[in-house]
């Protein structure tokens, strides 16, 4: 459950009816409850992932800072490699590590975007 469905909740209330797609629907079948496990696997792994995204570690404008800093670099070294093809082996490394580090911001951003990680 996110916390836009949690917020979403009318507590005063008794009870809230759930509506599912019939896609979700499980049944009484091993390949239906597979599915399932599956989709909760997923979800577990999101949060989990999610849950590293500390934004103690990493407030909103240093990730939008990191992401200024990471694609000029990646820029560098793109103009380094049409300079020197013989030096693509060192220039895909550093890429490598540039773009780890964006998408790390990219994904710190995206928890701040849905609130997850506030």
Known sequence: MSKVFLNEIDFSKDSKTIYFYPEDEIKNTD???DQFCEKLNQ?????IFLNKLNPDDVEKE???KIMEYQCDEVSKC????????SSRDEVSRRIV???YDLCYAALILNAYKMDIAM
């Open 62 to 64: 240093e990730a939008l």
């Open 97 to 99: 590590r540039d773009l």
């Open 31 to 33: 390949e239906s409850m």
């Open 78 to 85: 793109v103009d380094i490699l049409n300079g020197n093809p």
């Open 43 to 47: 979800i577990i792994d999101g949060h």
